[in-house]
Nanobody, 124 residues
Framework: EVQLVESGGGLVQAGGSLRLSCAAS????????IGWFRQAPGKEREGISC????????YYADSMQGRFTISSDNARNTVYLQMNSLKPEDTAVYFC?????????????????WGQGTQVTVSS
C-alpha cells in the first residue's frame, strides 16, 4: 500500500523553526517528484516547495524563498521541509504529496498520492 505520513508539526512562536518530515512506505520516494503544500482554513491549498525526480532540482514559492528548505534522505525514504523564521501567516495544515512526473510542480492536481497532513500553528 502506498502511504505518505507527515510529522513534525506543532505550535511555535513567531520567528521559530520546525522541521517537517514526510515518510513514504510502499514505494521509493526517489522514483517520484515530491511536493509540500499547505492549506489554511477558508483558503485554497497552495504549493510551498517541491523537488524533481528528473534531477533533484528544488523550487520554492516566492513567500517561502530563503525561509524554507526542502531536502531528501533516500536511505530513510523521507523528504523534509525545514521551516525557519516562521510567521503567524504560516499557520496551516501542511501536506506532502508524490507525483510520477519527472519535473515537480506546485500544482496540487498533478500529484498522485497525499499524506494526511500535519498542523503547524505559529503564535504571534
Amino acid at each position: 500500500e502506498v502511504q505518505l505520513v507527515e510529522s513534525g508539526g506543532g505550535l511555535v512562536q513567531a520567528g521559530g523553526s520546525l522541521r517537517l518530515s514526510c515518510a513514504a512506505s510502499g514505494f521509493t520516494l526517489d522514483d517520484y517528484s515530491i511536493g509540500w503544500f499547505r492549506q489554511a482554513p477558508g483558503k485554497e491549498r497552495e504549493g510551498i516547495s517541491c523537488i524533481s525526480r528528473r534531477d533533484g532540482s528544488t523550487y520554492y514559492a516566492d513567500s517561502m524563498q530563503g525561509r524554507f528548505t526542502i531536502s531528501s534522505d533516500n536511505a530513510r525514504n523521507t523528504v523534509y521541509l525545514q521551516m525557519n523564521s516562521l510567521k503567524p501567516e504560516d499557520t496551516a495544515v501542511y501536506f506532502c504529496a508524490a507525483s510520477l512526473g519527472l519535473t515537480a510542480t506546485m500544482t496540487p492536481w498533478e500529484y498522485d498520492y497525499w499524506g494526511q497532513g500535519t498542523q503547524v500553528t505559529v503564535s504571534s
